[in-house]
């Protein structure tokens, strides 16, 4: 069974519809992308996965639990963790350590367990060094990796991403997305990174592309990224590495349909010249 599952979801505001039959799965160990141009609906799907949004039609269940359901809100919001864009926005306390806490402390965990967690959690994001530092002095990746690491010490058992990657350097994100990797196939946490931005898209396992409140393509990375004429038709750019492997596939190169990544060209690349 899926981890979430939202089913022909329909939702307004106002008069504005915004997610039309909108349907989405989250598997637990997936990295799952959600990506589609601005206004196409992502927001709003992801409030809906942590009941802000209760839909007007349609279903969402989390772990068994529906969120039309009021006293199964409580139960959705333990286990979904939310990373927004802005991480400015996330910071509450003066110390790395006691910003990691805030959250578990309110959850009434004894002192010892909050600690433990506090201290796996900045280990898991690389920031257990910086931990008695004060947040503003963390640059944006960091600040970053710290919203990550309060959400990951409340033991969720999904984590949603909201455009958290797009403020930050190439080299933040390489990190952010080797930990995202790490999380899904370690500790199987189902996450959702939601992004208009395909070259985040090249390191995931699924992609789901919206466009007007609707899924309008589905499928692996290798599916998805590959379709040029599809992506560009809903707004979206093919990742540089992969219009590259396409243009030398048409030149007769043997490139194969995987390859997605900077990475994964150079490697073929210097295969090929071996
Ligand atoms: P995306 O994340 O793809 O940019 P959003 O889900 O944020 O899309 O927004 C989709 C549409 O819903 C936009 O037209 C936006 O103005 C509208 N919208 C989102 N949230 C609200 C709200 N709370 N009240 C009214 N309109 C909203």
């Not at 990691?100 to 600690?115: H, K, M, T, Y």
């Not at 058992?157 to 930050?168: F, G, P, Y």
Request: net charge negative.
């Amino acid at each position: 069974m899926s981890f979430a599952c939202i089913e022909e979801v329909c939702h307004s505001f106002g008069s504005n519809r915004v997610l039309n039959a909108f349907s989405l799965r989250l598997e637990s160990g997936r990295f799952t992308v959600l990506a589609g141009r601005n206004g196409s609906g992502k927001t709003t799907a992801a409030r809906l996965l942590n009941a802000l949004v209760i839909p007007d039609r349609g279903s969402v269940i989390v772990d068994g639990y529906d969120s039309r359901d009021k006293a199964s809100v409580f139960e959705i919001r333990k286990r979904i963790g939310l990373v927004l864009q802005n991480p400015e926005n996330q910071i509450v306390a003066d110390t790395v350590e006691d910003d990691v806490a805030f959250g578990p402390e309110n959850l009434g965990l004894s002192s010892d367990e909050i600690r433990r967690r506090v201290d796996a959690s900045l280990k898991a994001v690389g920031l257990y060094d910086k931990r008695l530092d004060n947040p503003s002095s963390l640059s944006g990746g960091q600040k970053q990796k710290l919203a990550i690491a309060g959400v990951l010490a409340l033991g969720p058992k999904c984590i949603i991403l909201d455009e958290s990657l797009s403020m930050l350097d190439r080299p933040s994100r390489a990190d952010l997305l080797k930990l995202i990797r790490r999380l899904c196939d370690e500790d199987g946490i189902a996450v959702l990174l939601i992004t208009h931005d395909m070259e985040e898209a090249a390191y995931s396992d699924y992609v789901y592309v919206m466009d007007g409140g609707s899924v309008v393509m589905k499928g692996s990375a290798a599916e998805i990224l590959t379709d040029e004429r599809s992506l560009h038709l809903h707004g979206l750019r093919t990742p540089v590495a992969c219009a590259a492997a396409s243009r030398l596939r048409e030149k007769g190169y043997p490139v194969p349909q995987d390859v997605l990544t900077e990475e994964d060209l150079l490697s073929f690349i210097g295969g090929a010249a071996c």
